[in-house]
C-alpha cells in the first residue's frame, strides 16, 4: 500500500504546485482581497474534487472489475493524457498573467460555492482523475471504490495545504515571479517534467 501512496502523494503535490487555473486564481483573489478570500476559495475548489472522485470510483471501478486487461488499458490510455497535457503545456505560452480585472468582492459563502461549481463544472478535472487515479490503485481486486475516495482524500488534504500556503504568501509569490522574467519559463518545463514523470509513473 505504501509503494502506492508515496508516489501517489509526491505526484499529487507537483501536480497541485504546477501552476494551473484554479492555483493561479487562488492567487490572483489573494492579492486582491487577502489571503482569507484565498484560502476559502481554495476550500470550495477542493471539496468539488469529492464529486469528481465519486464519478470516477463508480464508474471506473465496475471496468476494472471485468479484466486485468481492462485495467491495463485505463492505465495507458491514462499515460497517453497525461503526455498529451505535456505536448499542450509545451504549445502554451510561457507567460503568466496576474489580472485581477473582472475579480469583484464576495461573500465568503459566495466565494465557497464558486469555487465549488468552477471546479465541478469542469470535465477536465474528471478527466484528468481518470487518467491519473486508476494508475495508483494498490489493490485492483480489493473495494476499488475504497481505494479511489482514500486517493481521493489524500489529494483533496494536499491541495488544501499547498493553495492556503499560497494564499498566505501571495504577494511574496507574485512579486518575485513578476521581478524575474523567466520564471514563466521554468514554471512551463516544470509543468511538462511533472505530466511526462506521473505518465511513466503509471505506466510502472
Not at 487555473?21 to 492567487?27: C, G, M, Q, T
Not at 509545451?90 to 485581477?100: G, N, Q, T, V
Not at 494564499?167 to 516544470?190: N, V
Request: charge should be positive.
Amino acid at each position: 500500500m505504501l509503494e502506492q501512496l508515496i508516489p501517489f502523494l509526491t505526484a499529487s503535490i507537483l501536480l497541485t504546485i504546477s501552476p494551473g487555473p484554479d492555483l493561479i486564481y487562488v492567487l490572483v483573489r489573494s492579492m486582491a482581497y487577502g489571503y482569507k478570500q484565498g484560502i476559502v476559495t481554495a476550500t470550495g475548489l477542493v471539496s468539488g474534487i469529492l464529486i469528481h472522485t465519486s464519478l470516477v470510483a463508480f464508474g471506473v471501478s465496475a471496468l476494472i472489475k471485468q479484466s486485468d486487461q481492462i485495467f491495463l488499458f485505463i492505465k495507458i490510455l491514462g499515460a497517453l493524457y497525461l503526455l498529451y497535457l505535456a505536448y499542450q503545456v509545451y504549445k502554451s505560452d510561457a507567460r503568466i498573467a496576474f489580472s485581477a480585472e473582472g475579480i469583484g468582492q464576495k461573500s465568503m459563502s459566495k466565494l465557497f460555492r464558486q469555487g465549488f461549481i468552477m471546479n465541478v463544472l469542469n470535465p477536465k478535472v474528471s478527466i484528468f482523475f481518470l487518467a491519473f487515479f486508476p494508475g495508483f490503485l494498490w489493490d485492483p481486486e480489493g473495494n476499488t471504490v475504497l481505494q479511489f475516495y482514500f486517493l481521493g482524500a489524500i489529494f483533496i488534504l494536499q491541495a488544501l495545504v499547498i493553495f492556503s500556503a499560497v494564499a498566505i504568501s501571495a504577494h511574496k509569490i507574485s512579486t518575485y515571479i513578476k521581478s524575474h522574467p523567466h520564471a514563466g519559463i521554468f514554471l512551463k518545463w516544470m509543468q511538462i517534467v511533472i505530466f511526462i514523470l506521473i505518465a511513466v509513473l503509471i505506466l510502472l
